[in-house]
């Protein structure tokens, strides 16, 4: 018996990491992109902004989906105070954000919209991650090695940042990484 629901399975989202994730479920799938604007409306409270824009993404799709297609969008955010995160514009927008971040516990939250032909669903994965107090040397090193651009919060838990600052997580290690796997899982089980 195949443990996985017998779909068309295609992963929206240009990220290597989501695609490499989804693979590590064991899923066969397709990627399809598309261009969407990211904006939200301002008075969403930041719990919700992921989902929105996974939502949001899976729009774009609607009329394209088949009978048997299952189409998985995301969109994770990182939250400090209460202040969203968005990807670095440049090396300072991503020294700011990494010192911010330093010493401090913050939320990643990634939003999942789960879409066939007939209907759709979306939920979300919240995990907090403490880092150390980094240094300004240590920040530097990693922004100019790995420089990570397109990422919320100016970081990558699965790169040499998450290795040597991050002190503890609470929930979901992959959420962190952009698709909370065992919780997708779970839905498209029941899917």
């Not at 066939?116 to 240094?135: A, D, G, R, Y």
Request: charged share 25%; with cysteine.
């Amino acid at each position: 018996m195949n443990w996985i629901p017998d779909h068309n399975y295609i992963l929206a989202s240009k990220s290597p990491r989501r695609q490499e994730l989804l693979k590590s479920l064991g899923i066969k799938f397709q990627v399809r992109t598309k261009e969407v604007d990211e904006n939200y409306p301002e008075n969403l409270s930041p719990d919700k902004i992921p989902g929105f824009l996974a939502e949001k993404k899976a729009k774009a799709f609607n009329s394209e989906l088949n009978n048997n297609d299952l189409l998985i969008t995301a969109d994770t955010i990182v939250v400090l105070n209460g202040k969203v995160l968005e990807k670095p514009l440049d090396y300072n927008h991503a020294f700011r954000m990494l010192s911010a971040l330093s010493g401090k516990m913050h939320e990643v939250i990634t939003g999942v919209c789960l879409s066939s032909f007939e209907k759709s669903i979306v939920f979300s994965s919240l995990t907090n991650v403490q880092f150390k107090k980094l240094t300004n040397s240590e920040i530097d090193y990693y922004i100019t090695t790995f420089k990570p651009f397109d990422k919320a919060g100016a970081y990558g838990i699965q790169e040499w940042i998450g290795s040597i600052g991050i002190s503890h997580i609470e929930g979901s290690f992959y959420n962190v990484m952009g698709l909370p796997l065992q919780k997708l899982y779970e839905e498209i089980q029941k899917f």
